[in-house]
């Protein structure tokens, strides 16, 4: 099992940045890639971000390209999501999640989820 708790989400006003945290517990850490993914009310779960095992290796969602970034610390068991210029479109549920494949934008092919946090974009 492994155990994910985020952190770092909150109300900004369009064009503001937000830096999201996920700690993580239980197994090895750097034996899983990482993803961050949202949902907004109404909507289904989708990709934001993945990175590989050793954090070579990054992609994203066309939406958020350019703005957000994601970044690991396997010595701190920690990935990060670093979001600028935020908009009000990425008003949603923000969910660290943990799996063995790489590259992964599909919701359902992680295998571990934190709880989410709430990031809220003013216009």
């Known amino acids: 099992q492994v155990q994910l708790v985020e952190s770092g989400g909150g109300l900004v006003q369009a064009g503001g940045s937000l830096r999201l945290s996920c700690a993580a517990s239980g197994r090895t850490f750097s034996n899983y890639a990482m993803g961050w993914l949202r949902q907004a009310p109404g909507k289904e779960r989708e990709f934001v971000a993945g990175?590989?095992?050793?954090?070579?290796?990054?992609y994203y969602a066309d939406s958020v390209k350019g703005r957000f970034t994601i970044s690991r610390d396997n010595a701190k068991n920690t990935v990060y999501l670093q979001m600028n210029s935020l908009k009000p479109e990425d008003t949603a549920v923000y969910y660290c999640a943990a799996g063995v494949i790489h590259p992964n934008t599909d919701p359902y092919r992680y295998d571990y989820w934190g709880q989410g946090t709430q990031v809220t974009v003013s216009s």
């Open positions: 990175i590989s095992w050793s954090g070579a290796s990054t």
